[in-house]
């Protein structure tokens, strides 16, 4: 039932109003809105009730194991959340004067401090508000860069293939067009195909590591290098800095500019999709072009950067700074984690990664890259159980779920068939891993001797497996009340 | 280890597993020379106990102020119920409802998102989110141009838009090759100059863009623009407050027909304000075809500026060009209704170089406490939300203009904002304010040089007369203190 099904005319959360009732009639009637908004009409315990039971019809982290790969859903502590929501920190206007923040701002200048540490970059802003906004801010910068030396032939962005969709969809957006490179067997950017693909024409390369295969480039240095000697600059895309976290630094590597998801290394929650946070570090040379606003501290007071401070910049992101909120909470786990809490991202992630990876290979799946050490996540390829069943990576996803486990990322990276890219992450504990992988071998149990159970997966969810065909033919995006 | 919940033996029992002697093996592909050592930069851990100490004394430090600041964030009070239910562990911690039948909770949440903005904008499609109103202009911008059928890449873009806004929407077109096109504002009106803009009408642009209320707090004559803009082959892309909407007639319902026969004559009040000569096409079109704002006066904090989000509804036709995560009603296999991410051909994860935009995460639990706050708001709870910030900023403009050294600025209707000139440097009366714990508004000449002086004020249904009558006593004192007491200089 919608939430307007539960109105009725007149009904109201009364103690929601302001009890003074106030009149417009001093403005023009043709500017007035003409008829009521289809907003619900309902009770304060109406709509407790209906959104704490649409609540329960999700998967989260705090209900189930969520081994969602390249998503990184770690457990997010509960007091990133308690202290973010201090009543000071809700009610500070974003343009109240910097004297009224010093407590705030104190905070935010040691988020980008630790920020630029852990990446080894020159400078960090942390104005973009996800990952995609971040590597908007890198490529951005990347092309002021170039029109600053007057350096305009520069066209074109090369992306490897396993990389994520917003890496060609920001290089459109920044006006590039986008060359993809290949992969090689091993899983790694085929260095021949870089080398003939660079060339005056080359603005820049955008590279995930480790990548979307879960495996961390050994050439990562001569990959860079090849771009730089063509004059282009170097993007490493950080989605996946969990697996390096405390390990290496992009800044050690050459690179010129890196995003980071605070929502997935640094635990900000998902939220069903968002907020995120995307801070971008960057080296020496693309330092005057940095997105505004980032903190500046002078003797020990602190103010946000603007326009006059960096006449270079590519200019404001957002109208009003960034997701302070998913900063202070990122802030506040980095403190609590601290220096050695950052190396144990790194290592654990990789133990849970590989333990999983161990056993499932124990257990007679498939791994896309058997012979690789996994970085924090994985792929096995169900190509063989499709060839032999009929049962997709989809259908065996759907049937997770019936057994509590959130199902991995499937049909991504598209190099490998029928691939489930499974991430662990470090917060979950080895009963869990184990029961996960008991989850998986039962599903392929059942594909063999039941196929009907998984193709029609999931029988235990409120709802049976969606019609997506019908979805977007038959467009309903707005429910109509009955005539 | 916090977060970790590995013991010794779990550990030894994993690396034998994977047959690693310890857990450097597993990095053993990583060229060693690239080892970054201890990391400087970041202090030793902090038990939860310790960073709630550190956080409660910074958050002490920065205390409470009494706020007439608004200029695009507006403090209003948020049902205690919104966030406790917003912060329940299964919509915070979910992620983006790629397996819709684990994430009906969402999806079903941002499929009646859609109706609420939909309805409340008066158009007939919306996402489920952009980052911020900002940036969803930005986006707005761009698809106005993939759909322009002269295939134009101008838009005009008033004075009276945010500043802020203006300055993202050029960060993030101008690598397309895309000319935004300032129209000045009437300077004893503060709405759209009208003749300046007649004067651009042989321009090809793509869209006008029409804030309402403006960044002054000025209501423009939208139904005007509105048939203006599509009389000369323009999509008219409307920026909003959502709240105000619960008030103001829905940009879907701007021009055309009678209202926009009846708008071609000039408004009852300023002088300079020109008429419009737009070669009327029998107003057949109506309504803005894009909305977009900033939801944060639907149930979000003011939080130091985010995370806020951004909405964006539109026509029908427009849809396939819309940026961002749409949510779609279908049938499960036995044909009960459930919720699923639709029309993701649009998107990056599929079309990748060929996308409508590269945006992936957006604001979604923002966009829960949106939701849950309209439905406890209800139509006429938002309605009186919106009321009283209005009669509350006007009652605050009475007593700020009986105080001697201010002066209004603009001429005309106002939402919830409007604007003061003191005979005082602003930066000296905003600090003197501060000091007695008060936020007097934003310093219009930072901006808007033109306006040095001026002060845009703003007082929401928070507001008491207390607290109108502290901000009357302290601004007086202020300006008085000053008459009386010239600089040294002059002694």
């Known amino acids: ?483 | 280890m916090p977060f970790i919940p590995h013991t010794e033996a779990d550990i030894a029992a994993m690396l034998e597993s994977i047959g690693a002697p310890k857990l450097d093996a597993l990095f053993d592909e990583i060229p060693p020379d690239l080892a970054c050592g201890g990391l400087a930069g970041v202090p030793e851990g902090l038990s939860e106990m310790a960073v709630t100490r550190l956080a409660h004394g910074r958050a002490a430090r920065d205390g409470f102020y009494s706020c007439f600041l608004g200029a695009g964030a507006y403090e209003h009070h948020i049902p205690a119920a919104v966030w406790q239910i917003v912060t329940r562990g299964e919509f915070y911690s979910a992620y983006t409802p790629y397996q819709a039948e684990a994430s009906q909770g969402t999806l079903q949440l941002l499929y009646e998102f859609q109706t609420m903005m939909a309805s409340l904008t008066g158009l007939d499609v919306s996402n489920a989110s952009l980052y911020d109103g900002a940036s969803a202009l930005a986006e707005a911008v761009l698809m106005a141009v993939r759909a322009s059928k002269a295939g134009a890449r101008r838009v005009l873009m008033p004075a009276t838009v945010h500043p802020r806004y203006r300055a993202v929407v050029e960060a993030t077109v101008k690598s397309q090759g895309i000319e935004l096109v300032c129209v000045p504002y009437d300077p004893a009106s503060g709405v759209i100059d009208l003749e300046a803009l007649e004067a651009l009408a042989g321009t090809p642009a793509a869209a006008l863009v029409i804030p309402q209320p403006n960044f002054f707090g000025a209501l423009e004559p939208v139904d005007m623009l509105t048939d203006w803009a599509h009389a000369h082959g323009m999509l008219a892309i409307a920026v909003t407050n959502p709240l105000s909407l619960a008030l103001l007639k829905a940009p879907g319902q701007w021009g055309g027909g009678n209202a926009g026969r009846s708008s071609l004559t000039p408004s009852p009040s300023p002088e300079g304000r020109g008429e419009l000569r737009a070669p009327l096409r029998g107003g057949e079109v109506v309504g803005a075809d894009i909305c977009v704002g900033d939801g944060q006066p639907l149930g979000v904090p003011l939080s130091s500026g985010g995370p806020y989000f951004g909405f964006m509804t539109s026509r029908q036709s427009l849809v396939r060009q819309m940026p961002g995560r749409i949510v779609g009603r279908t049938v499960d296999l036995d044909g009960k209704p459930g919720f699923a991410l639709t029309l993701q051909a649009r998107e990056q994860h599929i079309r990748r170089s060929k996308a409508t935009s590269n945006i992936c995460t957006n604001q979604g639990l923002l966009v829960t406490a949106a939701t849950i706050h309209m439905s406890l708001l209800g139509p006429e709870g938002l309605r009186q939300v919106a009321l009283a910030s209005h009669a509350n900023t006007r009652a605050l403009l009475d007593k700020l203009l009986s105080v001697a050294g201010v002066e209004q600025v603009f001429k005309g209707p106002f939402f919830h904002e409007a604007v003061i000139r003191v005979n005082s440097p602003v930066p000296d009366v905003l600090r003197a304010l501060r000091a007695q714990s008060i936020l007097g508004g934003l310093d219009l000449g930072r901006d808007y040089p033109e306006l040095a002086g001026c002060i845009l004020i703003c007082a929401t249904e928070t507001k008491i007369e207390a607290d109108l009558e502290q901000y009357r006593q302290q601004l007086d004192r202020i300006l008085s203190r000053r008459r009386e007491a010239p600089p040294c200089a002059y002694k």
Not at chain 1, 36 to 49: A, C, F, G, H, N
Not at chain 1, 280 to 294: M, N
Not at chain 1, 448 to 475: G, I, N, T, W
Request: proline residues 7%; contains cysteine; aromatic residues 8%.
């Open chain 1, 1 to 483: 039932m919608l939430i307007f099904e539960h109105a009725h005319p007149g009904r109201r959360a009364h103690a929601q109003a302001p009890h003074n009732l106030a009149e417009a009639s001093d403005l023009p009637a043709e500017l007035l809105r003409q008829s009521k908004p289809l907003l619900p009409e309902t009770s304060e315990l109406d709509v407790v009730r209906h959104y704490t039971r649409l609540s329960q019809k999700n998967f989260s982290i705090d209900t189930q194991f969520y081994p969602l790969g390249s998503c990184t859903m770690k457990y997010n502590p509960r007091a990133c959340n308690t202290l973010a929501m201090l009543p000071q920190f809700l009610s500070r206007h974003p343009l109240a004067d910097a004297d009224t923040g010093q407590g705030f701002l104190a905070s935010m200048h040691e988020l980008q401090e630790m920020l630029r540490d852990v990446t080894g970059m020159a400078a960090v802003s942390m104005a973009p508000m996800a990952g995609a906004h971040g590597e908007f801010a890198g490529v951005a910068m990347i092309r002021a860069y170039h029109d600053a030396r007057g350096d305009t032939a520069r066209r074109e962005i090369i992306c490897p293939d396993a990389a994520h969709g917003t890496n060609p969809a920001t290089a459109s957006m920044c006006g590039y067009t986008v060359r993809e490179i290949p992969t090689d067997r091993q899983g790694n950017v085929d260095l021949a195909a870089l080398k003939a693909a660079v060339g005056p024409q080359t603005a820049g390369l955008m590279l995930t590591n480790p990548s979307t295969l879960g495996v961390f480039e050994p050439a990562i240095v001569a990959i860079q290098k090849v771009v730089h000697d063509a004059g282009g600059l170097s993007y490493y895309d950080g989605a996946n800095l969990n697996a390096i976290l405390g390990r290496v630094r992009p800044g050690d590597m050459g690179f010129d500019v890196i995003h980071m998801n605070l929502h997935k290394t640094f635990s900000t929650p998902h939220g069903g999709g968002g907020p995120g946070a995307g801070p971008v570090g960057v080296s020496e040379r693309l330092k005057p072009f940095l997105p505004i606003p980032y903190v500046i501290e002078e003797r020990g007071d602190y103010r946000w950067a603007e326009e006059g401070d960096c006449p270079r910049s590519i200019g404001r992101l957002s109208a009003f700074g960034g997701n302070m909120g998913v900063l202070l909470r990122a802030w506040v786990y980095a403190r609590m984690l601290g220096r050695q809490g950052m190396h144990r991202v790194a290592e654990f992630a990789a133990l849970n990664a590989n333990y999983l990876a161990a056993e499932l290979k124990r257990a007679g799946f498939d791994l896309a890259f058997p012979e690789r050490r996994a970085s924090h996540e994985f792929i096995v390829t169900l190509k063989k159980l499709k060839d032999a069943t009929g049962i997709s990576a989809m259908d065996f996803a759907k049937r997770l779920l019936d057994y509590g486990f959130h199902a991995p990322t499937t049909y991504f990276p598209m190099l490998v068939p029928e691939c489930l890219l499974i991430e662990p992450t470090e917060t979950e504990s080895k009963e869990t891993l184990d029961a996960f992988v008991a989850a998986m071998v039962k599903v392929r149990d059942e594909a063999q001797l039941e196929p009907e159970l998984v193709k029609l997966a999931p029988h235990s969810l409120p709802v049976r497996r969606l019609d997506d065909v019908k979805a977007a033919r038959e467009l309903d995006l707005v429910w109509k009340p009955p005539l």
